[in-house]
């Protein structure tokens, strides 16, 4: 079985707000050119959660990471 990594364990682990956190994220799968694996993993009404090393996961740390 695979590990899942939820977005209330990210924002936990870079000390953010969830409401913000899925705001941010919503904005960036939105645009599928600059984030292609984060488009392609997104399913609306379901929780954001992401495979433990996968690129989509990566790229979600890098946009929340970033500043808004």
């Given amino acids: 079985m695979s590990d899942i990594i939820t977005l209330k364990a990210l924002c936990e ?3 953010i707000d969830p409401r913000e956190a899925r705001e941010r994220l919503r ?15 997104r ?3 379901s929780p954001w959660q992401w495979v433990k090393g ?3 996961l990566q790229d979600a740390q890098k946009v929340l990471r970033s500043n808004p």
């Fill in 27 to 41: 904005a960036a799968a939105s645009d599928a050119k600059a984030n292609p694996e984060l488009a392609k993993a």
């Fill in 13 to 15: 682990e870079l000390k």
């Fill in 43 to 45: 399913k609306p009404r």
């Fill in 54 to 56: 996968s690129k989509a």
